[in-house]
């Protein structure tokens, strides 16, 4: 063997033990095996396909079963992590991801996917830095009935974050094409065939690597767009993301990055100076992601010789690239549940004996607070101040602007004959100047707590104002005011929960019947129960949507890892 052979040979196993070593513990293609993954015994079964490297699950296997979970060995990694799973979901069915702290009582739901699909599906889940050690809990759920199943035929564990990928492996670190008739973003590199070929790929400093490129050669029409799409961050995340990029632009191309939130909201975060560029050029963007969302390379082209564009190396720091830039805001500082004082809110002073934060015993006729239903809430027009008329105003801390805000808060309305300002919510600028009227009562409602949710976003330092108005005396009637909450976001989007969690809104979150043990059933009803003085009038939620009451009977609710 020539010694040029041989060491391209070296090379390439060098570079096979190098993808091998970067495959963490927990990692599995089910070749050979299962990797220590195994069965909970306390539910269905997974197995593994004889003809082909995957492992399993179907409805017939499950009999009575609802769920099968699979679980890994003990990991101990520490630092941030990245889960690839190869999957497909045939029928009526879904995946989920979950982690069990070691010592934990509870799992912890990290992701889902219910989409059947005719191929094979990459998903990318953030695992963050733990010094805890863990489980991944893979739970596969199917419909009774003939055809429904979830395989998964590979799950990689990776250092880093999930948005970061230098093109080298096949699944592209689950990054996507939006798919157009003319222009699309390719692998380039030792494959490529297009103009650009030339170029010299930036991981590797050579023509064997791989990167992503569009090229405008076949575009036909004005403002062709190329979309490539990262994977949806699955934690809250917030520093520099860095790439490389190559552009040449003949007559025309537009390229930008921007951010897309999970109601396909985008907002652009930076777009390049320099029309071309004469080598691989590295570029750092400050992200805040407190939400799930994905990263969009865009490339718009006005005519077929727009040139091309080509990114490689895209990586993620916690750590922001500039250091003027602020950290991420949090706004708990506007939360408050009343039990130990007013929190930050405070009155003008000359409407200072408007709202008071009292406490009641629950009874039949009378409702506790919303938080503990014993606890301490406002009220506005006690005994002690009614007036012919009054005008109370609640103001909240100030919060930064260019942030999107998640405003949930409860109320409870009691005697009202008009309603038309018996509570609304205003945004005011610093100067105590209203800017928005956004949230006011449409109509009387019950004596129960009822859930509000208002998204907003200003461009100014901005606060809320909570505001009872009663212009006559005889109209006016009690209304309240309890457990404030605000969180960055849009309202629409899920933040999601403490592991066990659940308002029973779109059903039982993973909480199973005992159908053996017992001899009566849980049910998730609406409204009252329908015998009088026995149960609540509404639900916890939001008032008067639904909740889950049970019979006179001992019953018990079990949930997956309690």
């Given amino acids: 063997m020539s010694a040029a052979c041989l060491s391209l040979l070296v090379l390439v196993l060098c570079g096979l033990v190098s993808a091998q070593e970067q495959l963490l513990p927990g990692s599995c293609n089910f070749e050979l095996g ?21 492992i399993t699950v ?25 889960v690839r799973l190869v999957y497909q979901i045939s029928g009526q069915g879904s995946l989920q991801l979950h982690l069990r702290p070691d010592g934990d009582n509870f799992d912890y739901w990290i992701w889902t996917a219910n989409k059947a699909s005719d191929s094979w599906l990459i998903a990318s889940v953030d695992l963050p830095n733990t010094t805890v050690p863990y489980q991944i809990l893979l739970e596969g ?42 222009v699309n973003w390719y692998v380039g590199g030792s494959v490529a065939r297009e103009p650009e070929s030339n170029l010299v790929n930036y991981t590797h400093n ?19 767009v190329a ?84 990114i490689d190396d895209i990586s993620f720091s916690p750590e922001f690239c500039h250091t003027d830039t602020e950290p991420t805001f949090d706004p708990s500082i506007a939360n408050c549940d009343f039990e130990n004082g007013l929190c930050l809110y405070y009155q003008e002073r000359a409407e200072s004996t408007v709202w008071n934060r009292v406490s009641v015993k629950p009874n039949a006729y009378r409702t506790g607070d919303h938080t503990t239903g014993t606890g301490a809430f406002l009220l506005a027009n006690t005994p002690f101040t009614s007036k012919p008329g009054y005008m109370g105003r609640l103001h909240g801390p100030f919060l930064p602007g260019n942030y999107k805000y998640c405003v949930r808060f409860y109320y409870l309305l009691h005697g009202f004959r008009k309603v038309d300002n018996a509570l609304v919510l205003y945004i005011y600028d610093e100067n105590n100047v209203a800017l928005e009227k956004v949230w006011s009562l449409a109509d009387t409602s019950r004596a129960v707590w009822t859930e509000v949710e208002i998204t907003y976003m200003k461009p100014m330092l901005s606060k809320l104002v909570f505001a009872s108005i009663c212009r006559n005396f005889w109209d006016c009637g009690l209304v309240a005011i309890d457990d404030i909450t605000v969180r960055l976001g849009d309202c629409q989007i899920t933040a999601g929960s403490l592991p066990g969690q659940c308002n029973f809104e779109s059903g039982m979150c993973g909480y199973i ?18 015998t009088s003085y026995t149960g609540p009038r509404g639900d916890h939620t939001t008032g008067a949507t639904s909740f889950t009451s049970k019979g006179r009977s001992c019953v018990r609710a079990t949930k997956l890892g309690c």
């Fill in 227 to 310: 979309k490539l799409t990262s994977p949806m961050t699955t934690v809250p995340m917030a520093g520099c993301l860095s790439f490389y990029y190559h552009r040449d632009q003949e007559r025309g191309n537009v390229f930008s990055v921007f951010t897309r939130d999970q109601l396909g909201h985008y907002e652009e975060i930076w777009r390049p100076e320099v029309y071309a560029t004469t080598g691989w050029t590295l570029v750092g963007v400050d992200i805040k992601a407190p939400h799930p969302l994905e990263v969009v390379f865009e490339v718009a082209f006005n005519s077929a010789r727009g040139g091309y564009v080509a």
């Fill in 206 to 224: 050579n023509q064997r690597g791989h990167h992503m490129y569009v090229d405008s050669v076949y575009a036909k029409h004005f403002q062709e």
């Fill in 513 to 530: 019947q005992d159908k053996k043990e017992d001899k009566a059933d849980w049910l998730r009803v609406q409204g009252h129960t329908p």
């Fill in 58 to 82: 179907d409805s017939a296997s499950l009999q009575d079963q609802e769920q099968a979970v699979l679980v890994s060995p003990v990991l101990d990694q520490q630092e941030w992590s990245c």
């Fill in 34 to 54: 299962t990797c220590g993954y195994t069965s909970d015994l306390d539910y269905g079964s997974w197995s593994m396909n004889e003809e082909g490297h995957l």
């Fill in 141 to 182: 759920r199917l419909e009774h009935g003939s055809g429904n199943s979830v395989a998964i035929f590979e799950i990689h564990i990776v250092s880093g974050y999930c948005i970061e990928c230098n093109f080298e492996e096949h699944h592209l670190c689950g990054y996507s094409n939006s798919w157009n008739p003319n």
